[in-house]
Every structure is written in structure tokens, then in C-alpha cells.
């Protein structure tokens, strides 16, 4: 995964608008594997986007998707919170599959510029932990929690919400923006470091209907 980054973010840093076009064998195959791939494959949740001739006829929708930041099905505002787990495109790799589309849907003459197939693992199932906390708009806390994440539930269509956490001192942390969350896609939002909320902080943002959980962080107990 790592590799995969630094391969794409080199080539980002080396592309020339005026020297080589983008191809899918060197940089858009890399973003596809890396991010697209777990679901679009042979076996996996949507149509196979593995190779050249699978992915063409669609080039024009990904670059709308992608820019429209639909796919891959993050659910969130980038920016908003900061999320260890963040499954989004970087502003990059957006660049760079928009550059490729509208430079042509440019294949590669080198097959040997093809990274790897990757090897796909079934997906984690998440268990909400039994001391989350279901929030609700207005809730005030009445003794101080350490959040590692979020975790919605379910979040009615077409709703978008800012959730955050006003602190008695008068600031306000940003836990997390979700637009075109869906469902079907539900997984946890866990953040590069824990948050510290002290006792009367209030959660607000919370839409109705939604059901919203904080997932504390797990406290580890030294032997």
C-alpha cells in the first residue's frame, strides 16, 4: 500500500503536462488497484475495473465520480476531522485521473509499467464496541470521554451534517461532516489522535432520524 503511494505520488511529482501523457499502465492503474479495486473486480461489489480494456469505456464517468468525490464512497468532507482510515482520493490522484481522461484515456506502451495485481483479503466486519455512545443533537456530556472515532449507523438519504463538539471553554472541535453517506457503505471514521472531551461539552449537528455513535478509545492496562 505504501509502495503504491510513493509510485504514485513520484510520478505525480514527475509528470510534465507537456512531455509524456498520463496512462493507465503507469499512474491510473495504480490508483485504480490501490482504491477502486476492492470492490471493482471479478468477485467483488461492482463491475471489474482490473484492466485497460474494462475500465475505457467508463473513463468519463470515473473522472465525474472522482471529481465529484462519489467514488471510492468515502462519506465524508475532507477537512473535516482528520481520520487515519480516510479511504478517499487525495487532490493528486484526482488531478491525475482527470488529466488522464481528458488528455485522452491514454493506455501506455509499456505493459512492463503495470504494477502487480494486488491480493484481496475479505473485509473486516466492524462490531460497534458495547461502551460506544449513541449522540443525539444538544447532548450534553456529563463526564469527560477520549473518542477515537465515529461510527454511523444510519444516516437518513440525501442528509448532510456537521458534526461537532462544543467545548465548555467556548471552542469547537470538528468530529465530522458526512455527505452522500450511504448506508450500504457504513464503516467506522477513526481519527489520527484521540479527542479529549471534557464534562459539559455538547455534541451538536446530529440530523433526526440519524443514529450516530462515538466510540471511546480503547484503554490498554499495563501488566
Known amino acids: 500500500m505504501v509502495g503504491l503511494v510513493l509510485v ?3 510520478a505525480v511529482l514527475a ?13 491510473v492503474s495504480r490508483i485504480v488497484y490501490e482504491r477502486c479495486a476492492s470492490c471493482h473486480r471479478t468477485g467483488g461489489t461492482s463491475f471489474s475495473l482490473m484492466t485497460y480494456q474494462e475500465a475505457q469505456p467508463y473513463a468519463v464517468a470515473i ?17 473535516f476531522g482528520s481520520f487515519e482510515n480516510d479511504e478517499g482520493l ?12 481528458e488528455g485522452g484515456i491514454t493506455k501506455g506502451n ?11 483479503e475479505p473485509p473486516a ?10 449522540v443525539t443533537d444538544g447532548l450534553t456530556l456529563t463526564k469527560s470521554l477520549t473518542v477515537a472515532g465515529v461510527y454511523p449507523q444510519h444516516v437518513p438519504p ?13 471552542d469547537v472541535e470538528p468530529l465530522i461532516w458526512l455527505y452522500q453517506f450511504k448506508d450500504a457503505y457504513r464503516h467506522p471514521f477513526l481519527f489520527r489522535k484521540p479527542l479529549e ?13 440519524a443514529t450516530i455513535f462515538v466510540i471511546p478509545e480503547r484503554k490498554t492496562t499495563s501488566k
Request: no cysteine.
Open 63 to 79: 473522472k465525474d465520480a472522482v471529481l465529484a468525490r462519489r467514488m471510492p464512497p468515502w462519506g465524508a468532507v475532507k477537512g
Open 197 to 209: 472531551l471534557p464534562p459539559g461539552t455538547v455534541i451538536r449537528g446530529v440530523a433526526p432520524g
Open 110 to 120: 509499456n505493459p512492463k509499467a503495470l504494477p502487480p495485481v494486488p491480493k484481496f
Open 90 to 101: 487525495t487532490q493528486q490522484q484526482i488531478e491525475l485521473i482527470a488529466d488522464w481522461v
Open 15 to 27: 509528470h510534465d503536462p507537456n512531455g509524456v501523457p498520463i496512462s493507465w499502465n503507469r499512474e
Open 8 to 10: 504514485v505520488r513520484a
Open 125 to 134: 466486519r466492524f462490531a460497534v464496541p458495547r461502551d460506544a455512545l449513541v
Open 158 to 170: 440525501a442528509t448532510s451534517m456537521q458534526i461537532v463538539a462544543s467545548l465548555p471553554d467556548g
